[in-house]
Structures are given as structure tokens and as C-alpha cells.
């Protein structure tokens, strides 16, 4: 019940700062500490929130660039949300405004290699039976879990050359033996399975477009939009 009451609270309160139809927000930001929801617990939350709801008036997004120390404290978001150290309730607020998460792929590009190699290592020294087969979703490091499942969708041959070296020489896996059970993966292999077996006509049956538009109407993940890309094309989202 605690939880539903401080999303709702948190709804209510980004309600008044969804875009209109030209994608502004209405102007409505006030710099006090009463524009802070009460759900926010996050201290770099609360201190870039106000300035996060500002950009959205002039620039229609919440999305600060770098270059300031707001910037930084979007980026220190993103990689809090990898870390699972925001909570369900700061996440779906920022989901509702419009702030852009870290795709897998972008954790690579953004944190410091030598550093997870390390713990890639201790991993293996911890869970030497495994081997490499860091799961997705590890809950010890949620972090490692999400850069390995990047450095893997990326492939050897979409990382510093230098880096994928240093990963072959202690015997990096670059294809996970663990397969995700959601029921998107499931009709997701169903299908590129059938592409591959009968070709690309098999796209256009009913039951199939059918799922593609539920799809777009559930406003799926940025890491979900990447599998769809692979077999319906970049534009599958605009398409109809």
C-alpha cells in the first residue's frame, strides 16, 4: 500500500509537467523545495529534479547535456538506475518524464574497463564452476551483470580492440549459455527462428504484426527496441 501511495503521489505530481502536443512542458517550475516529490529519496535526485523539470520547459525534455554539473548529475542518475540503487518509485517518475536510461550497450561506452575487468576476474575467482556466465540480472553487482550483457551484445568486434584482446586472453565467453525466460524473448526467438528457416515473408503474417503492434503500444525498453530492430528494421516502431 506504502508503495502505491508514493507512485501515485509521484504520478500526481509529474502529471502537471507532461509535454503537450508541440512536446513542451507547461511552465509550471518553481525552484522551491516544495517542487521536489516526496517520493524522491535519492540526494542527487532531489538536488537536480528542480533543474530537470526547467530544461523540460525550454527544451521539452528533462534530459540535461552535459557541459554543468546538472549534466553530470543526469549521468550520475543513469548509472544509479544500473547500479539498482534507485528505487521502483524514482525510476517510473523519471520513465514519466521522459528521462532517458542508459541502453546495455551505452554502459561500456561509459564505465571504466580496467575497473570492470577487475571485477570480472573476482567473479570468476568467486564462481570458478560458472565461469564467466555472469547472469543479466546479478544481484551481488547489478552493474557488472548489465556491462557484461553489453560487452556481449557488442561483440569482440564492437569494443576497443585492446579490450576485447585482454577478455580473450583470460577466456571471456562472449555468448552467454543462460537464456532469458521472459515471454518477449520467447515469442521474439520464435519468430527470427521461422525468418530464419522461411525468410522475411513470415514478418508480414497477421499473429506476427499483431505482437510488433502491442509492442508499440507498450512503449518497450530501449534494450527490447534493439532486438526489434534486428528483425523488423530500425524504423518498426513508425511503421504500421
Not at 502537471?16 to 529519496?41: L, M, N, W, Y
Not at 515469442?187 to 527462428?193: K, M, N, S
Not at 513470415?202 to 525498453?221: G, T
Request: hydrophobic fraction near 35%; include cysteine.
Amino acid at each position: 500500500v506504502a508503495t502505491a501511495t508514493f507512485l501515485s503521489n509521484c504520478q500526481a505530481f509529474v502529471a502537471p509537467h507532461r509535454q503537450d502536443h508541440r512536446g513542451k512542458a507547461p511552465a509550471v517550475f518553481t525552484s522551491s523545495k516544495e517542487s521536489v516529490p516526496s517520493c524522491i529519496e535519492s540526494p542527487v535526485l532531489k538536488q537536480v529534479y528542480p533543474f530537470m523539470i526547467k530544461h523540460m520547459e525550454e527544451y521539452g525534455n528533462p534530459n540535461i547535456p552535459l557541459g554543468n554539473s546538472h549534466g553530470r548529475q543526469c549521468e550520475t542518475l543513469r548509472r544509479l538506475q544500473v547500479q539498482q540503487k534507485l528505487t521502483p518509485e524514482e525510476v517510473s517518475l523519471l520513465q514519466d518524464l521522459g528521462f532517458r536510461f542508459d541502453s546495455l550497450e551505452d554502459v561500456y561506452e561509459k564505465v571504466d574497463f580496467n575497473e570492470m575487468f577487475q571485477r570480472i576476474l573476482s567473479y570468476k575467482d568467486e564462481y570458478e564452476a560458472q565461469g564467466y556466465q555472469i547472469p543479466k540480472k546479478f544481484a551481488r553487482d547489478p552493474e557488472l551483470g548489465a556491462y557484461v550483457t553489453g560487452l556481449r551484445r557488442l561483440g569482440p568486434a564492437g569494443v576497443d580492440p585492446a579490450h576485447a584482446l585482454a577478455l580473450e586472453e583470460i577466456g571471456f565467453v562472449w555468448k552467454s549459455n543462460r537464456k532469458c525466460g521472459s515471454k518477449f524473448m520467447t515469442q521474439w526467438r520464435v519468430i527470427r527462428d521461422r525468418v530464419q528457416a522461411e525468410g522475411d515473408d513470415v514478418l508480414q503474417e497477421q499473429d506476427i504484426q499483431k505482437w510488433v503492434q502491442a509492442q508499440r503500444d507498450a512503449n518497450i525498453s530501449e534494450t527490447r527496441g534493439h532486438y526489434m530492430a534486428q528483425l523488423f528494421g530500425s524504423e518498426w516502431r513508425n511503421q504500421s
